[in-house]
């Protein structure tokens, strides 16, 4: 499959401990985007990178949440001191476009379903 | 700030029957808009999207949406729909600021059609 891969696919953790989701964007996407998504809502946008460089950050990416891309290619989301709130599936989302190139089209992983106890 | 209004959050169709969800967004400027569609247990999948031209837009699965301006709306039609067309629904808009494509979703409407 060479579609956006996320790992894990589930993850049930204990309020307080940190967790960390990882994103594999299709090959030679350039652009990598973290949504959130709690039920009967669509998903919310989290942050985008443009390659490595992180260019936006939603209000509701808290201090806890951190989100990387190191060397351009896959992404992780960090989650500090889980809070019940935080439970919802992550969703991550790729896309090709050049500079400021807006007529793209965003290709959806399976998403991480966080549930916090 | 931008914002995507769906209508109706449930829908229950029998196969054959016509479809029409409704899909209104706020923004002032140029906007590209899309349709995705969430299958049981699948990711997001693009429907269609509207950039630009015609603004009767055709996507897979004989899926349409017009693009109405003065209306600010999108929605999306299937003159017949079938058992295999449940799933939710997603409208999304995104704007040029920026310079990418940062997509507003609606908070979806989940269609089941009976057999």
């Known amino acids: 499959d060479t579609g956006v891969s996320q790992d894990p696919r589930h993850k049930i953790t204990k309020r307080g401990q940190n967790v960390t989701f990882r994103c594999d964007p299709i090959?030679?996407?350039?652009?990598l985007y973290w949504y959130r998504q709690t039920l009967g809502q669509g998903p919310e946008f989290l942050t985008y990178?443009?390659?490595?460089?992180?260019?936006?950050k939603s209000r509701l990416l808290s201090d806890r949440f951190s989100a990387e891309r190191p060397k351009g290619s896959f992404s992780t989301l960090e989650i500090q001191r889980t809070e019940q709130g935080d439970s919802a599936m992550y969703l991550c989302?790729?896309?090709?476009?050049?500079?400021?190139?807006?007529?793209?089209?965003?290709?959806f992983g399976q998403g991480t379903r966080l549930t916090v106890v | 700030a931008q914002s995507v209004s769906q209508h109706n959050h449930h829908v229950i169709l029998s196969e054959a029957a016509s479809l029409e969800l409704g899909c209104n967004y706020s923004?002032?400027?140029?906007?590209?808009l899309f349709w995705y569609v969430q299958y049981p247990g699948q990711h997001l999948q693009l429907l269609l999207k509207?950039?630009?031209?015609?603004?009767l837009v055709k996507g897979i699965k004989g899926f349409e949406a017009e693009f109405i301006k003065s209306k600010f709306s999108f929605n999306l039609r299937k003159p017949s729909v079938q058992w295999s067309d449940t799933a939710e629904y997603f409208c999304?808009?995104?704007?040029?600021?920026?310079?990418?494509?940062?997509?507003?979703f609606g908070a979806g409407t989940r269609l089941a059609v009976h057999p």
């Open positions: 989302a790729s896309s090709f476009g050049k500079r400021r190139e807006v007529n793209t089209e965003a290709f």
């Open positions: 090959s030679e996407h350039n652009r």
């Open positions: 990178f443009q390659n490595e460089a992180q260019l936006e």
């Open positions: 923004y002032g400027g140029t906007v590209n």
């Open positions: 509207y950039f630009s031209g015609d603004p």
């Open positions: 999304a808009v995104s704007s040029f600021s920026g310079g990418y494509n940062k997509l507003i």
